[in-house]
Every structure is written in structure tokens, then in C-alpha cells.
């Protein structure tokens, strides 16, 4: 094949669109056959079919445009826009209850396509459905209140084309600018992109000039929650709940924000409350089934493993597909798949028209059926073909991570601490624990929230959210701030974000002297945390590297992490850690403690009171009795270590060494 520049490819699609504008469909499809013969990326081989398939209907070759539509599906089963193409084709044979399951799908995937929706009024009148007709007219006319350019927006996201969209918003903005609609769409753009900072301040700044935009609300409420900023979520959930006192949604926020604060039994009662309230009359079957997922999350975090496992269960018996369920289940770690269940899920992999989300959380929970019935290599196609395409579309590129790790050797230097490194909050209060996913961080947290000093607490955001304000907007032609600025803030910013860490943190707190922050990834950022809180503790949680990298590849983040879905980038990752951590033991000697999993497991004694010597606390029996402490968890291994240390996992790698050359390569690599 012969290799084509992407310029010249992405120029030659849109010649192929100009002629099907042009209504020259021949030529449009002879110059898209062309294209065909040259190496194309997967999304290139997307918008080709699709425009093959257009224009094949347009010159009447409709075997040829639904053969195109098969093959444009089968690379991207969400694709809502070929859901329309194939409504208007199944139109063009004659074929109206087909065309109406076609524009229905492609509805269901993108709610904004305006011609699905017409055509759907139409067919809903013939076949004489009212409450399809009602609905469909609703959207329509929500949608035309739209400017043109938000319409357009609208579209392109829900195509993922993120850029496009928010320089059509941002110029749409320039000219509006104090358009509610366009503000929040922003936001939205904004949270997919991680950008968090801009779209918190644009919901911020359109609650202020329209308090009582129930959107806007509601979208700062979910990014509050997503940010774990639940005491200030908490504030806008009643907000909104004063203004809508039964609905069911703003309810279950107010659940998930009781459980982010800790408070897992009100958001119980309050799930079961809204399980109660909903029916299948009233609520769509996808949204009852969430509902009871997120019962059996906050069941899981408070322990109750058996319940959490029925709330799971009556899932996905009210929405069959649901991968998240399945995912669920599998992620206790220690529930047993049925045979039923996972012939069950196997045959929902091979929906043409399931979800990528769930086929991805299907591919994982069946790979964890397989290894618990010792069925390896079953085991390890069906990780790795979850695995393939959650990396597919999360399109993680492990160069900037390794860039960024060069970046905090090149700017975190002794001289650095030596100028700044007593200008920080001298708060002693904060224990760090960091490292890979993975690694035995959530044992080391509960052995020292055992402790009668130390909080635990989760997996806090703010860090990493002052690392992202730091950095600014990361884009192409403009390189990262960070960590560069930490040569050149004002003194005085440093004590200010030590104390607003200490002061955002509070809620998580129930007054022991200490607390745990067990987000894994600020070992990227343990400089930033020397220079802000000087008197911290810093504890890297490390697992011998295959051991470490294998067992993050076979888990399904709930967000994150992305370097995890590729056994190559999940090697360097890791490697990238240890020279990371290794220019931290250097330049900041006595900050850290590095704690190996394996001597956990080998001799807890020895190694809990290395910590607690480490963080000037005495000796509990409590802390060696980790798995007695009642405490809400919420990380993958919640049910491991509420157990005794247990040594079975340790080598569970080697079941799989035979598909791991990819990793060992890395991992041997000089």
C-alpha cells in the first residue's frame, strides 16, 4: 500500500464532500475508491465510508451504500450519523419501520441531528404514534431555539471532534457574550477536554449572570462532584433540589455528593428512596439500571459486599447491555460469574449496535470470569481486546508523560529547594501516598487509617488540579507553564496554595492530626508538594514492575490513568516513574519513604512501624489489625483489604507471562 500524507488524505475528503455537494456522486465515488489504496487511519477509513455510503445512495447504488454502512459500523458501531445515513437508505427501498429503528439509534447517539428527527415526525405520524410525535417535536423545537453556530457545536460534539467545536464556541462567545447556552457548551467542552479550571469558572460566571438557569446549575453541580469538591456540590444540589424537590436525578446527585463526603449511609437511604419513587412507566429502563449501580457503589464503599452485588445484579436484569453492571460486579473482586452470565455477556459483545462503554466493560468483566475459571489465554484476549479499545479511544500518548518527567528533572532542582524550600505551609498534618495504580497503595492507606491519629480519606483531585492551573492551556503552539513558573511565583504563592490545600481538604477530615491523600499520580508532582507544604510526608507505594503493570492492564479505570490500556506505554510508564522517583530521592532526601508491596506482604510488622516511624506516630496494634477498621472505600481493592494480607496475587502475572513479551521488553530495556 502505498503511504499518504494525512494533509493530503484530509484534503481529498473534503474534495470527495465538495462533490457530493456538487451532486457529482460518480466522481465522488470513483476519487473515494482512489483514496481506498493508501494507508488511512482508522477515523480517515471512518469519514471515507461515510462518505462512500452518502454518495452511493445519491447515485442509486444502494447495494454498494449499504455495504459501505456495514463496513463504516463495523469500525465504529456509535457512529451516529451512519444510524442516519441508514435510515435514509432503508427510506430509499421502501423500507419505513427499518428507516424508523435507524433514525431512532441515530437519535439515541446524537441527540442533536435535526434531519433524523424530521424524518422521524414523519414516520411516527404514519405509523400513527402520538407520543413518538410529541417527542420528537419537543427536541426539534429545543434544538431550533439554537443559534446556527451552537446547533453546530452540538453536532461536533457529540461527533467527538472537540477542537472544532470549541473554536466554533469560543468565536460564537466573542460575539454573545453572555449567552448562557454557549457558556455551558463551552463548560462541556471545557470538562471533555480536562480542562476544569475555564469550565469552572464559565458555569460559575453564567449561574451569576442567570442564577436560576437550572442547566447551568446542574452542569457545575456534576463537575463539582467529578472535581471531588463535594462541600461546595452539596450547596448547589439543594439549590437545585429547592427549585425540584422530586426529581429523581438532582437526587441522586445529592446521593453521590453524601457519599463523596463520607456520608454513605443518608445516600443510601436516599437511592433506595429514589428506587422507590421510580418506575418503569416514568423512568427509561437506562436510567432505572443506573440507579440501582450507583446503590450498589455506595454499598460497596461502606462494605456491605452481598448487597452491593444484588443492586449490581438488578442492573443488568433491567437493562441487559449494560456493561457497567457486569464491570461492577467483576470489580469486587471476589464475585463468581455464572456460566449463564457469561455466555450472556459474550453474546452482548457481538451487538452490532451496543455502546462502546459497554463493550469495553463487557471485554473486561469477561476476561475476569475467565481468569477466575483458570482459563488464561481466554482470559487474556478478551483483557486485550478491551484494553485495544478503550486505547483506541482515549488516543493517550505516553511521549508527553515521559516529556513531563523530563520537564520536573530539568526544573525541580536542588537549587530550587534550596531558594524555596521553606517558603510552603508548614502544616504537618498532610501524608501523600503515590505510585502506579496498582501498587498497594489502598493497603498502606488502610493500615494507617487504622491508626488513631490519621484520617483516611480518597483519592483527592487537588493537586493535580493546582498542577493543571499551573500549567495554563496546554496547547501545541504553546508550551506548559509548569513546572517551569515554580523558578519564578512570588514567594508568597506558596505558603497560599499550602494553606488552601489544608483548607480544601478540611471536609474530608474527622479530626485526627493526620490525613491520607492516596492519589497515585502526584508522584509527578512531589516538587510542587515539597515547595507548598514543606513539612508533608511523602510515601511511594511500589510493586515489582511485572507484577505492578499487568495487574493495572487488566483493570478498567473509572477515569484516567489512560497509560494503562497498552502494555508498551503502561511499561514505559512505569519506568518513567522510577526515574522520576529516583531524581526525587536525590534532590529531596528524607522526604520520601519507599515502601515495596512485597515486604507488606512478607513482614507487615516491619513494615508498619517503618511508617508509622516514618510519619512520627506510635505504635498501634490497630494499624497490624487493618482489616478490623470499619471505613468507607472506594478504590478497586475495598474488599482485599478488608481481609488479612494475602499472598495469591503476588505472581499472578505468570499465568499470563507467554502474552507479556510486549511489556517485558520495555521493562528490560536500558
Known sequence: MNKAAPATTEAQLKSIQQLIQSAKFDAAIKQGQQLQQHALTRHQNVELWYLLAVAQRYGQHLPSAQASLTALLKLDATHARAYQEQGYLHLAQNKPSQAQQAFEQAVQLNPSLVASWQELIELYRVAKQQSGIQKAANQ?????????????????????????????????????????????????????????????????????????????????????????????????????????????????????????????????????????????????????????????????????????????????????????????????????????????????????????????????????????????????????????????????????????????????????????????????????????????????????????????????????????????????????????ILQELAPSYFHRFGQQFIEETQVYRAGGAFFIDKMPNNFLHIGLIRLILPNAKIIDARRSAMACCFSGYKQLFAEGQEFSYDLEDIGRYYQAYLKLMAHWQSVLPGFILTVKHEDVVDDLATQVRRMLDFCGLAFEQSCLDFHKTKRNIKTPSSEQVRQPIYKSATEQWRHFEAHLTPLKKVLTMD
Open 140 to 484: 426539534l423545537a429545543k434544538l431550533k431555539k439554537l443559534p446556527p453556530a451552537l446547533l453546530a457545536v452540538t453536532e461536533l460534539m457529540h461527533d467527538q471532534k472537540w477542537q472544532k467545536a470549541e473554536l466554533i464556541c469560543r468565536n460564537f462567545l466573542q460575539q454573545n457574550k453572555q449567552h448562557i447556552d454557549g457558556m455551558c457548551l463551552l463548560a462541556e467542552i471545557g470538562i471533555e477536554l480536562k480542562v476544569y479550571d475555564d469550565a469552572e469558572f464559565l458555569l460559575a460566571s453564567a449561574l451569576a449572570l442567570s442564577p436560576t438557569h437550572i442547566q447551568a446549575r446542574s452542569h457545575y453541580l456534576n463537575l463539582l462532584i467529578r472535581l471531588g469538591k463535594y462541600k461546595s456540590a452539596l450547596i448547589q444540589v439543594d439549590n437545585l433540589l429547592q427549585r425540584q424537590a422530586n426529581n429523581l436525578s438532582f437526587l441522586v446527585a445529592k446521593a453521590n455528593t453524601l457519599t463523596g463526603l463520607g456520608e454513605v449511609s443518608q445516600a443510601i437511604t436516599i437511592f433506595e428512596y429514589v428506587i422507590a419513587q421510580a418506575s418503569p412507566n416514568t423512568v427509561p429502563a437506562t436510567q432505572l439500571a443506573a440507579f440501582h449501580l450507583q446503590l450498589g457503589h455506595a454499598l460497596k464503599a461502606q462494605g456491605e459486599i452481598k448487597k452491593a452485588v444484588l443492586a449490581y445484579q438488578k442492573a443488568y436484569q433491567i437493562n441487559p447491555s449494560y456493561g457497567d453492571a457486569f464491570w461492577s460486579l467483576a470489580n469486587t473482586k471476589t464475585y463468581r460469574f455464572s456460566e449463564q452470565e457469561i455466555a450472556h455477556m459474550q453474546a452482548q459483545q457481538n451487538s452490532k449496535t451496543l455502546a462502546l462503554t459497554d463493550k469495553v466493560q463487557l471485554y473486561f468483566a469477561t476476561g475476569k470470569a475467565f481468569e477466575d475459571n483458570k482459563q488464561y489465554k481466554r482470559a487474556f484476549l478478551a483483557y486485550q481486546q478491551g484494553n485495544l479499545l478503550q486505547h483506541q479511544h482515549n488516543g493517550f500518548d505516553i511521549n508527553k508523560i515521559e516529556q513531563q518527567v523530563d520537564e520536573q528533572i530539568q526544573y525541580c532542582t536542588p537549587e530550587l529547594f534550596a531558594e524555596r524550600g521553606n517558603l510552603g505551609y508548614p502544616s504537618p498534618a498532610p501524608i501523600f501516598i503515590v505510585g502506579l495504580p496498582r501498587a498497594g497503595s489502598t493497603l498502606l492507606e488502610q493500615i494507617l487509617a487504622s491508626h488513631s491519629q490519621v484520617d483516611g480519606t480518597m483519592e483527592l483531585h487537588n493537586i493535580l488540579g493546582l498542577a493543571a492551573r499551573l500549567r495554563g492551556r496546554n496547547q501545541a503552539q504553546k508550551p506548559s507553564q509548569y513546572p517551569k
